[in-house]
């Protein structure tokens, strides 16, 4: 049921991998933190995978460290065979909250980064994109709505579609439906698995709960307190596309426990 770090989530049978991190590293000397300790972490394309473990334990940093917006004080970190050294638009990032800006569209709220890339013209072009991801995560005909007249869960499908516009080939998910009701985590994380199958996207999301954790991933990374490294990969056999009636089955209820015994212990080592 489980391997250990370094760990290798399997994307499908020969994929090649996307995210390569080597023995990263991240200390804050002005305040004498080690956050993270020798990380070794492979992504194979189209793979979907979770990191869960105690808050403060180092999760989102590593998400920055990934994303390029804070380096590893060392190892190393390549995307596609490439250094991560900042910020890229082969990344897409998406936050606990929607962050819309409220007086833009919700179409031009997912053309932002576009425009503020590549200009007017360049979101102009991408108009049609962005509402065939409207259509895709059930937000058809609210295109011209502002970010008010949205609901949680709606505004953080638009979100989403912001995050898709620019095609990024991995997907780097802080919490992002944390603050949501049950029922619309629910359902949100059911959209989430739709659009990642549909569009194989290789997908890294920070969360504290196991049974989301579970339900969405191929490997849960358990992470130790801090500083925070891998105790184990645990490898999530259940078929695809998933469903919300599989967390009431014993093979469910197998893996959750054994995730809440790691984190148990290593909350103490």
């Known amino acids: 049921m489980a391997a250990s770090s370094p760990a290798i989530i399997n994307g499908g049978e020969g994929s090649p991998p996307v995210f390569v991190l080597k023995s990263v590293s991240k ?10 300790q020798n990380v070794d972490l492979t992504l194979p394309r189209g793979s979907f ?9 180092g999760k989102s940093t590593l998400l920055k460290i990934m994303a390029g917006l804070t380096s590893p004080s060392s190892g190393s970190v390549k995307l596609v065979g490439k250094p991560v050294l900042g910020p890229r638009r082969d990344i ?36 049609p994109s962005a509402l065939a991801l409207l259509d895709l995560v059930g937000l058809k005909g609210f295109d011209g709505v ?18 898709l516009i620019a095609e990024p080939d991995v997907l780097l998910l802080d919490e992002p439906f944390s603050a949501l009701d049950e ?7 059911m959209e989430l698995q739709r659009i990642c199958l ?5 997908t890294f999301l920070v969360t504290h709960s196991i049974p989301e954790a ?29 469903t919300l009636e599989m967390m009431s089955e014993p093979k469910f209820g197998t893996y959750t426990n054994h995730i809440r015994s790691l984190l148990d212990k290593g909350a103490f080592i």
């Open 146 to 163: 502002y970010p008010s007249e949205l609901s949680g869960g709606m505004a953080q499908r638009a979100a989403m579609c912001r995050m």
């Open 183 to 189: 029922i619309s985590r629910d359902f949100m994380n």
């Open 92 to 127: 897409g990032m998406m936050f606990q909250q929607a962050t819309l800006f409220p007086w833009l569209t919700t179409l031009d709220n997912i053309l932002l980064p576009i425009k503020i890339r590549d200009g007017k013209k360049a979101s102009d072009a991408r108009k």
């Open 49 to 57: 995978s979770s990191v869960i473990g105690a808050s403060g334990c």
């Open 198 to 202: 549909e569009r194989q996207a290789t």
């Open 27 to 36: 200390s804050y000397s002005a305040r004498s933190i080690q956050a993270l």
């Open 214 to 242: 579970v339900i969405l991933s191929d490997v849960v990374y358990v992470m130790s307190a801090r500083p925070g490294r891998f105790i184990e990969a645990v490898e999530i056999d259940l078929p695809r596309p998933r």
